[in-house]
């Protein structure tokens, strides 16, 4: 096969969906399927990541996301002479002369239509039809699948669930890595952690409102980890009225390579999303030997299975209380690592490539 992959995503951010597309590349470049993989990347270069050197890397001009895509897009893709074209980022060419696969990473924008932008919703606003005009569509989780099947009537047919793993480099630090790490990244000695973008469907005020009283009487801090998305002035207003200046502390993005530092240092990693496709650094957590408390809603829970404690994301003194019992209960941050360590070696993304690999050759094979 002769397999185009769409990257231009990975030269504007280098987010969730950035990252599973260099990570799905590296894998499937080291399958050596004999498929010949084309990168489809925008001219501006992706700076800082580095691509397999088996990959033919082509330049295009149309950027992702850009209100003209399904007019320009497929008039660039007609010197590229794939067979497949997958599309990472939800949304495909409709006009085209080859077969597609679409991954589908969540639909918190119908959930939560009220949460988007208006760049955002014009432009995932055409998942609908993509679901429809895609060959195949990989959904990250069961409950993405779910989702798609409920929300969009799309045919199970070309439904089919891959998911995703933790960032190779995700790994238990030693303690000298702990102590050596903490002293270059000004880490405190004791913190509970987030990692995600701030936006609302994080439930970040909610989490704050959890995290006061557990500040006020142990003094442990909270890092918040992840870029300013949008609508996020209330989890500021919510950090000053209830006097978490101190306790609160928000690092911003950080480069992928220190984020296992982030996660290895911490007592805990607290995720409470209203919403969750997949859940990433709940896996990348429990990779690193950490625990993990994340809300008892969408995929959650079905990542993080048994290892790891669940909460009402809407229950204030539920997840209170668990931030709480982790902090003090060392033989629970004990069971809790282990069994997270061995949940997430049940993720891999030698699997992710070769279950997506599957899905392409059904996709050429036209759905058998």
Known sequence: MRIAIDARLVSYSLGGISQYTIRLVHAMAALGSGDELILLESRRGTDGVAWPDSVRRIPMVTPPHNRFEQITLPMELLRVQADLLHSPDFVPPFRRRFRSVITIHDLAFIRF???????????????????????????????????????????????????????????????????????????????????????????????????????????IPLLIVGGKGWLFQDLFDTRDRLGLEEG????????????????????????????????????????????????NVSSLPEIVGDAGLTVNPTDIDGLSAALETVILDEDLRRRLSRAGLERAGQFSWDRTARETLSVYHKALDGGN
């Open 248 to 295: 609160v502390g928000f690092v911003g993005a950080v480069p992928s390579a220190q984020l296992p530092y982030y996660y290895g240092c911490a007592t805990c990693l607290v995720m409470p999303s209203l919403y969750e496709g997949f859940g990433l650094p709940a896996l990348e957590s429990m990779a690193c030997g950490v625990p993990v408390v994340v809300s």
């Open 113 to 219: 239509p009220h949460l988007l932008t208006d760049e955002s919703a014009r432009y995932y606003g055409q998942v609908a039809r993509a679901v429809e005009s895609a060959d195949q569509i990989i959904a990250v989780s069961h409950s993405t699948a779910q989702d798609i099947l409920e929300l969009l009537r799309a045919d199970s047919a070309k439904v089919s669930v891959v998911y995703s793993a933790a960032a190779p480099d995700c790994r238990p630090l030693t303690p000298d890595e702990v102590r050596q790490q903490r002293s270059l990244l000004k880490l405190p000695e004791r913190y509970l952690l987030f990692v995600g973008t701030l936006e609302p469907r994080k439930n970040l005020p909610t989490l704050l409102e959890a995290f006061a009283p557990v500040w006020h009487r142990h003094g």
